[in-house]
């Protein structure tokens, strides 16, 4: 894992439909979309579930299968020299997680195994809930992992002083498309951090998504962003003399309660 710190961290969004359970065709379809990406990019974010779609039916594949999702994020990693995230399906002894991966070039790794499992659609019942919330180091920036219906629940996300950006990776339904959006901007201006937010886009056989995938700066503007129901790779620059620069001038995190977290 690389940690020589970089001001400018040059980021990457990739929204797409994804192909129902179908993990070969999402993995070469990803492979292809990274042909296009800016060769001055470093971070790369995929959806949640972007091999095989939000599915409550995680047995149905092989350990061997699911596994082999993180061994092609390790490979394309390291081919692309980028730092690639997204979650997937991963087995874990008494069944499985919704596991947000991340993965360097060098063959690094770090994970977050999603917390609030999504008890309207019952994800409950299928994946093991995660227990510690991760904030992973990325080229000097401090990067707090999150998984969609996480973004419901702030005080999971609270920042205390701790980190500098969060990344949500999401399946968030079309029907709440403005609830997304409203979240990840509360989010960046209350953590005083810069946002990502991943969605897909298209349809499986209980939904639909419409992406709406973006990045919020500490005070809340929108630095890039696809609206509608459109594919495709969306980028934009960090800047963290930027954000260490507003965090002196507005020290709002001065004054921030503080807590525990208490199961």
């Known amino acids: 894992m690389q940690t020589n710190t970089s001001e400018i961290l040059k980021v990457a969004l990739l929204q797409s439909s994804l192909e129902w359970e179908a993990i070969d065709l999402n993995l070469a379809h990803f492979q292809r979309l990274f042909s296009g990406l800016d060769p001055t990019t470093r971070l790369v974010v995929l959806p949640e579930m972007f091999a095989t779609g939000f599915t409550m039916n995680p047995s149905k594949f092989t350990d061997h299968q699911l596994n082999r999702v993180f061994s092609w994020m390790q ?12 979650s997937s399906i991963a087995p874990t002894r008494g069944g499985y997680h919704n596991r947000f991966m991340v993965v ?31 904030i992973v ?18 005080v999971w996300s609270r920042n ?9 990776v999401a399946n968030w339904p079309s029907a709440r498309q403005e609830v997304w959006v409203t979240l990840l901007k509360a989010r ?8 990502i937010g991943v969605n897909r886009i298209g349809e ?44 002196e001038r507005f020290p709002v995190w001065k004054d921030a309660d503080k807590f525990d977290f208490v199961d």
């Open 188 to 195: 960046a201006i209350e953590n005083q951090c810069y946002v």
């Open 204 to 247: 499986d056989p209980h939904t639909s998504y419409t992406g709406g995938s973006i990045v919020f700066s500490p005070k809340g503007e929108t630095l890039c962003g696809l609206s509608g129901n459109l594919p495709g790779i969306v980028s934009t620059s960090l800047n963290l003399g930027q954000l260490v620069y507003f965090r």
């Open 75 to 86: 490979q394309e990693s390291k081919k692309h020299q980028i730092i690639l995230a997204g």
């Open 104 to 134: 360097w070039p060098d063959g690094a790794t770090a994970c977050y195994n999603k917390r609030h499992l999504f008890r309207m659609g019952e994800e409950q019942m299928h994946y093991l809930p995660g227990s510690e919330r991760v």
């Open 160 to 168: 205390r002083n701790d980190f500098d950006l969060l990344i949500y």
């Open 137 to 154: 180091d990325l080229d000097g920036w401090r990067a707090c992992l999150m998984v969609c219906y996480d973004l419901r629940f702030p």
